[in-house]
């Protein structure tokens, strides 16, 4: 899956996270934009992992503030 086509997805599954309506692009970040706590970055992750059939790792997460660093990191985890 190319990096559009990742994006897209990750969109859609930020949608029922995304109470505020904020408008989505690389530079949203999860903790100011979108103003989520540790327990909804928690279960996103997780939307993320089980989509992709992927594992990112806790030192991962910890690096990842934005949207665009999000979809670059999946992206790269799928080969």
């Known amino acids: 899956m190319d990096r559009a ?8 599954l930020i949608a029922p996270f995304n109470k505020k309506g ?13 103003e989520w ?6 279960d ?6 089980d989509e992709f059939d992927i594992i990112i790792s806790m030192n991962q997460q ?11 990191a999946v992206t790269k985890l799928q080969g």
């Open 44 to 49: 996103f992750v997780a939307e993320i992992e």
């Open 5 to 12: 086509a990742t994006a897209e997805k990750i969109a859609e």
């Open 22 to 34: 904020v408008a989505i692009t690389d530079a949203t970040t999860f903790a100011g934009d979108l």
């Open 62 to 72: 910890a690096e990842i503030e934005n949207y665009g660093q999000l979809v670059d």
């Open 37 to 42: 706590d540790s327990l909804t970055v928690m």
